[in-house]
């Protein structure tokens, strides 16, 4: 990998004495790739920056690709907008071809560089490398994290049977994770994005399964009598948080990730409960019962206590998911559509995220914690989608047959 220094101009680079002074500090080992990110476009919410790329030199098939995924990324961040040839605030220059790429930002108005490397390509990983250049320029040019080189994890039927899939952010390189001519659900990712939890009916009653995403090895991790499902690993990866009717209705529990007595947190003899979801620093969790008469969110300390009841809009309100933003998604039953929805648990504040003539259910954060993705269903067919709590409109993600559900975006590195 190559940093370049330097003041661009859309042709091109010029050595600049700064620029020579530059990479003599690289030599010396004294400028890092930090020293090049603080050139930031700022921007208020919803406000995008005009980004041109006609100048950028796609060299052959593979630099094609390249150029097309980079680009498709920038503009699915939300941040960016396409200017005309020869406009816009920002200037994508440089090449790709020939197993090798070069990408370069600059600021029209300053003519300073805002992002500027070379990495070596290899065929098979071009579209794994635009993801991370557009995340790096992403977060040269906003200072905030970009979600292209993130994947999601999901439900889907294409072959008859519930199984489980993977893609990427962009919906692409889809590829079939289980094989069992059952029923997968509820998928759910461990720290770091290395370990999947999900329920499958494999031997014929609901438990919970654990793949280790880098060997591919599974295990069965909860096979209680009755209901086990909804598993949920917490953020320092050492316990699992589930819904288990071993003891009568379907309860939460927590327990080790790798063994040991399941403890219980919640007391409801007449209620189920279902979906649990931790908070970002492991201290509570946020799960649906239905103990008032229809399912809402509560949320309960890990070691237990009076639960808080936190929704009250809806006739009912599922499937949560707790951000790193501290913000919880949720699905919510309105005016019969499910709609997701946002709420603060702090202050109880909620924004409706969608609306229309369809129902969104299952919402997760992505790695950026702007967009979501979710299952949209129109006329009984359902589909991944993105969605942008910033407003711009829901992106299809899943453009195959059969019927697609349950995304979860693994957590960052």
Known sequence: MEIFCGIFTEHGIFRSARGALCLALLAAGCLTESSWAQVRVVKGAGQKTSIDWSAYQALDADGQLFLKVLTDDLIRSGWFARAPAGSGELALTGEAGGRSVQAVVFNRGTRQQVYGKRFPMEPNQVRRLAHVVADEIVLAVTGRRG???GRIALVGNRTGRKELYLMDADGQNLVQLT???????APNWGPGGRKLVYTSYLKGFPDIYLIELATGARRRISHYSGLNTG????PDGRQIAMILSKDGNPELYIRDLEGGKPIRLTQTLRAAEASPSWSPDGREIVYVSDQAGSPQLYIIGRDGG???RLTARGSQNVAPDWGSNNLIAYASLF???WSVCVIDPRSGEVRQITGGEADY?????APNQRHLAAA???RYESKVVLLDT???PPLVLTDYPGDWSSPVWAPGQ
Do not use: L
């Open 147 to 149: 979600m292209a080189s």
């Open 361 to 365: 259910e299952d919402p997760s954060w």
């Open 179 to 185: 094989r069992d001519q059952s029923i997968n659900i």
């Open 390 to 392: 910033m407003g711009d």
């Open 306 to 308: 009076p639960p808080r």
């Open 376 to 378: 949209r269903s129109i």
């Open 335 to 337: 005016g019969g559509r």
């Open 231 to 234: 598993g949920a690993i917490s």
